[in-house]
């Protein structure tokens, strides 16, 4: 067996790992739709974000999850790209969707609205 020598070599015999088991991996929208998103539009966001996405040949999980603690800028979604880390935009509007859409899922360019983290992602 072989040695690993190094925390970067570890990450990508993870990440080989990782695709051989799921496949390459998508990009993920989550919109979040606890009672406040919902009572903000977020089902309609959702909706949006999906039809978009497919309208643009843009390969994407887009799930719909529960609240995430932003209830002061619902409308919130999460985005993660292929080995990026999640980023929360938040007062999402279809507008806003369309720009997250066509600049930070489409080319990894951030745009005005990212919300800070106040939580930690359990791999």
């Known amino acids: 067996m072989k040695m690993i020598k190094s925390p970067e070599e570890l990450k990508k015999l993870k990440a080989e790992a990782t695709e051989r088991l799921y496949g ?37 999980d887009v799930i719909g999850t529960g609240d995430l603690g932003y209830s002061f800028a619902e409308p919130t979604i999460e985005v993660k790209r292929p080995g990026g880390n999640p980023v929360v935009f938040g007062n999402v509007d279809k507008l806003k969707a369309d720009e997250i ?19 930690r992602s359990i791999n």
């Open 24 to 60: 390459k991996e998508k990009i993920r929208v989550r919109v979040h739709m606890g009672t406040s998103g919902l009572a903000s539009g977020a089902k309609e966001i959702y909706d949006f974000i999906r039809l978009e996405l497919e309208k643009r040949n843009i390969d994407a």
């Open 101 to 119: 859409i066509e600049k930070y899922i489409k080319s990894g360019e951030y745009v005005d609205g990212i919300l800070p983290v106040n939580y």
